[in-house]
Every structure is written in structure tokens, then in C-alpha cells.
């Protein structure tokens, strides 16, 4: 498997707090992505980046944020924490485009 | 125009039966069609993948069938086994903007019953 780590696994957060979560891949991929999952939404896009400082916006980016100074770390930010935000967010990450994407275990957020 | 739709919801197929999980789409710059597998509590993890150049490729027990002209891929699992109730997900990529993009399916909840 991929060396692709998430953290932290489980947060309860309150409204209106930010919060971030850390993407650590050890496999030197080019392509980094933040999705979320929701029952009956599949997984939705957030952001992406294409290279260190190379992001770019996905389809339900509204409220997030993200960095990546180092090929190894995407971080996601939530500004301000919304209750409609409470999800599972998964990263993933892949070599080149169109091949394969490594997903991470996941982090289940919830926003109280 | 960049939606992937994945049929049924939800399936419930007895051991040893076949599988049957479609998905269709719209723009034709997708150029790679992979299904992920997902188990409870566990990231997706790519299951097969296929390019349109091709209409079948086969794994093991898993099939992807891709018609190109209808927009339309599916995946065949035969000999279906307990083990395999999981949560599938098509997707396509796209190169876009300099750099490609997934989107996925709504996902399908597999039941094999032993």
C-alpha cells in the first residue's frame, strides 16, 4: 500500500472554529486530493494540487482551504467550521495523472 | 456535463451469483475509468480500471465492460462471494486545465449473501 496517512482519524469541532486536517504521503506522487463522503454524494472533490504550491479548486470547495509546501503534505482547512461540514474527508494521492490514486484511511469530522 | 451516474444504490446478490453495477457519462474527454472498492471503515482502493481504447478488460473474477459510443461502463463481478460486500465506486478522469481531475459515482453498497 501506498504510504498515505491522515490525521487525526476522528474530531468533533464546534461551530464557527477552524480546523485542519494533514495529508502525509511518503511516495514522492505528484498529485495530491481532498475529498469528502457523504451518503448518497459519493466522493466529492474539494481541492486538488498538481505540484507544491500548485492547487486548484474542485467542485465543493466553498468554506475550505488548502496549502502544500511540500511534495509530501496537503493540508485542508476549514475557515470557520459549519455543522453542514460534518463529513468524512478522505485524501488521496497519485504518481502521474490518470493512473492510480492511493486513498488514506479517512477522518471523520464533526462539527457540534 | 461532468457528472458520472452510478446505478443501483444498492445490491443484494447471493453467493456465487454475478454483479452487476453500471455507471454512465456525459463528457467524452474522460479518458480513464477506474472502479474503487471501499470496506467499512477503509479509504477506496482501486479494484480495475480501464482506458476507452479497449471495450472489456478482465481481472480475475472482475470485468469491466466500456461502450463508448453509448457513454456507458459496468462491472461484472462473477462468482460473487461473501467477501466481496463492499461499497464500489466508478470514476473517470479527465484532463483538464493542465492537470486531471476525478469524479466519482454516488457509489453502490454490495451485499453477498452466503
Known amino acids: 500500500d501506498a504510504g498515505i496517512t491522515q490525521s487525526p482519524r476522528h474530531k468533533v469541532t464546534e461551530t464557527g472554529t477552524p480546523v485542519t486536517l494533514r495529508c502525509h504521503q511518503t511516495?514522492?506522487?505528484?498529485?495530491m486530493y481532498w475529498y469528502r463522503q457523504d451518503p448518497g454524494h459519493g466522493l466529492r472533490l474539494i481541492h486538488y494540487?498538481?505540484?507544491?504550491?500548485?492547487?486548484d479548486k474542485g467542485e465543493v470547495s466553498d468554506g475550505y482551504s488548502v496549502s502544500r509546501s511540500k511534495t509530501e503534505d496537503f493540508l485542508l482547512t476549514l475557515e470557520s467550521a459549519t455543522s453542514s461540514q460534518t463529513s468524512v474527508y478522505f485524501c488521496a494521492s497519485e504518481r502521474t495523472g490518470g493512473t492510480e490514486a492511493f486513498f488514506g484511511q479517512g477522518t471523520r469530522l464533526t462539527v457540534v | 456535463q461532468q457528472q458520472v451516474k452510478q446505478s443501483p444504490q444498492s445490491l443484494i446478490v447471493q453467493k456465487g451469483g454475478i454483479s452487476i453495477i453500471n455507471c454512465a457519462y456525459e463528457?467524452?474527454?474522460?479518458?480513464?475509468f477506474p472502479w474503487y472498492q471501499q470496506f467499512p471503515g477503509k479509504g477506496p482502493a482501486l479494484l480495475i480500471a480501464i482506458r476507452p481504447d479497449v471495450s472489456e478488460k478482465k481481472e480475475g473474477r472482475f470485468t469491466i465492460s466500456f461502450n463508448k459510443s453509448a457513454k456507458q461502463f459496468s462491472l461484472h463481478i462473477m462468482d460473487s462471494q461473501p467477501g466481496d460486500s463492499a461499497t464500489y465506486f466508478c470514476?473517470?478522469?479527465?484532463?483538464?486545465?493542465?492537470?486531471?481531475?476525478?469524479?466519482f459515482g454516488t457509489g453502490t453498497r454490495l451485499k453477498v449473501l452466503a
Open positions: 470514476a473517470a478522469s479527465f484532463l483538464g486545465s493542465g492537470t486531471y481531475k476525478y469524479i
Open positions: 511516495e514522492n506522487h505528484r498529485y
Open positions: 463528457n467524452t474527454a474522460f479518458d480513464y
Open positions: 494540487s498538481y505540484g507544491v504550491k500548485d492547487t
